[in-house]
């Protein structure tokens, strides 16, 4: 693959991301890009930065989709940011079903979390990463309602709006799990490793219907 050697630009022409292409952070090449703090993308947005956000739909569709997972042999996911993926941009996609069970997805350019809550959540069974392919095991603690400026491009009607979305419990996790990995930062780094099971008191699970 040559996505390492093409900062800002997929040069794979029209092929689709697999899981094999997703940068793991066990590989020091890529944790090299993965470490890195996302730049800014120039609005409007330009072809590249529009192909980097159709090749991370795509991967959020299939793994929705059974036969695409088989067939490709796809590890599910629920978010996917561009560096994760060898652009180094604050562009990511989260599709992502909520605790009642209804569908959110957006495709995110240039966010920035405004305010959020001093009450934590957290996932029981801990987070995952397409990029950390070895098991970490560990409780990792996010503020429970985010407030974020963000641009949002919709696929249907092809615009790029501004937004402010407020979100909570799953939704915000899964968004702050992205959102971190445009400033460099993995799920791993926020694990307690003195105590990766002790919960803060201010925190309260995230619970699943
Ligand atoms: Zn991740």
């Known amino acids: 693959m040559l996505l390492y050697y093409s900062f800002g630009k997929i040069d794979n022409g029209d092929k689709m991301i697999l899981y094999e292409d997703i940068l793991k952070e066990e590989n020091k090449q890529d944790n090299e890009i993965l470490r890195l703090k996302a730049k800014a993308v120039e609005l409007p947005l330009k072809e590249e930065d529009l192909n980097t956000l159709s090749l991370i739909k795509e991967y959020l569709d299939n793994s929705y989709d059974e036969e695409a997972i088989k067939k490709y042999e796809l590890r599910p996911g629920v978010g996917l940011a561009a560096p994760q993926i060898g652009v180094s941009k604050k562009i990511f996609g989260i599709k ?101 099971f002790g919960i803060p008191e201010n925190s309260s699970p995230i619970k699943m219907g």
Do not use: M, W
């Open 96 to 196: 992502v079903y909520d605790e009642n069970k209804v569908l959110h997805e957006y495709y995110v350019i240039n966010p920035k979390i405004i305010s959020e809550s001093v009450e934590t959540t957290y996932l029981p069974t801990g987070e995952g990463c397409l990029s950390v392919a070895r098991d970490v095991q560990g409780l990792i603690f996010r503020p429970k309602k985010i407030t974020v400026r963000t641009h949002l491009y919709n696929f249907e009607t092809k615009e790029t709006s501004k937004v402010v979305l407020k979100l909570k419990d799953y939704l915000a996790v899964v968004f702050q799990h992205e959102y971190d990995h445009l400033q460099g930062i993995l799920f791993i780094d926020r694990i307690n490793n003195e105590d990766p």
